[in-house]
């Protein structure tokens, strides 16, 4: 079998152990990256196509991640666990008994949210999640949900795709991308 080739004539190589930046485009978020990667990347032009987990459990990991984050929520990162959650923005904000509006401009972070919606955001997540799927949070969350601190800066989430796909928290300051 011959070796894939790239638009611009160059093989694909594959290479293993590597750092992903899941961005905005692939997960609507800035702050998650990926560790542990397997990645095939041009020879010739770079180009990098890494192999995504196409399963529940990459994006459930993901969200227990945010959710379980000791900060405030960004817009971003409610309209991931909205649709993690398959929910229209009319039925989430009919669960959190807001208006759909303010949903649109939490989400978009034009207005802010009071930790006490931050802490409903993540707990009806919870509840959404037991309740569709099975228990994601074995452990009582109550104690991780409650000391959550109202840090303004948000952490870099990585994920780390070896099984059993584990994550972390790091801060930009203390970052180091290998």
């Not at 399963?55 to 990162?77: H, K, M």
Request: glycine residues 4%.
């Amino acid at each position: 079998m011959g070796s894939i080739k790239c638009d611009c004539g160059g093989e694909y190589q594959t290479l293993t152990g590597q750092i992903v930046h899941f961005d905005k485009v692939l997960s609507g978020m800035d702050n998650i990256y990926l560790e542990n990667m397997t990645v095939e990347k041009c020879s010739r032009c770079g180009d990098v196509s890494p192999y995504f987990p196409a399963s529940d459990e990459f994006f459930n990991i993901i969200a227990r991640a945010v959710v379980l984050q000791p900060y405030l929520l960004t817009g971003d990162e409610i309209r991931f666990l909205r649709k993690n959650r398959r929910l229209k923005a009319k039925e989430f904000a009919a669960l959190l008994q807001i208006d759909p509006a303010t949903l649109s401009r939490w989400e978009d972070d034009k207005q802010p949210r009071s930790p006490q919606n931050d802490l409903l955001i993540r707990l009806l997540y919870v509840q959404l999640y037991n309740q569709q799927v099975g228990q994601l949070f074995p452990e009582t969350i109550t104690d991780k949900l409650i000391s959550l601190t109202d840090r303004a800066d948000n952490p870099t989430i990585w994920i780390d795709t070896q099984r059993p796909m584990k994550y972390r928290y790091a801060h930009a300051e203390n970052l180091a991308v290998r």
